[in-house]
Nanobody, 121 residues
């Protein structure tokens, strides 16, 4: 199993960024893809998830209206797009494969390598 993310991005405040995550080695539509970020000196922050099978999304309230998750099943690639970037969005962004065990329990088994997004004028 591999999750391979796109390269580092530098954006101005107010711009948008789109990060990709190409999955291989498993059935892409059988597992959620979550997006998690880590700002400098901070802990991990969950942004939300997408079900690649039907495109259903679940966004953390903090990002609603500013983030969009998509999944292309033809290429087994998930995307996160973040708009209206602020300096506080500077972070490493990770895609993660989530294994849903039950309605109450899931875990992460594979992570992408991370994509550095820097927002600076």
């Amino acid at each position: 199993v591999q999750l391979v993310q796109s390269g580092a991005e530098l954006r101005n405040p107010g711009a948008s960024v789109k990060v990709s995550c190409k999955a291989s080695g498993y059935t892409f539509t059988s597992y959620y893809i979550d997006w998690v970020r880590q700002a400098p000196g901070q802990g991990l922050e969950w942004m939300g998830r997408i079900d690649p099978e039907d495109g259903e999304t679940n966004y953390a309230q903090k990002f609603q209206g500013r983030v969009t998750f998509t999944a292309d099943t033809s290429t087994s690639t998930a995307y996160v797009e973040l708009n209206s970037l602020k300096s506080e969005d500077t972070a490493v962004y990770y895609c993660v494969k989530e294994v849903l065990v039950s309605s109450y329990y899931s875990f992460y088994d594979y992570w992408g390598q991370g994509t550095q997004v820097t927002v600076s004028s």
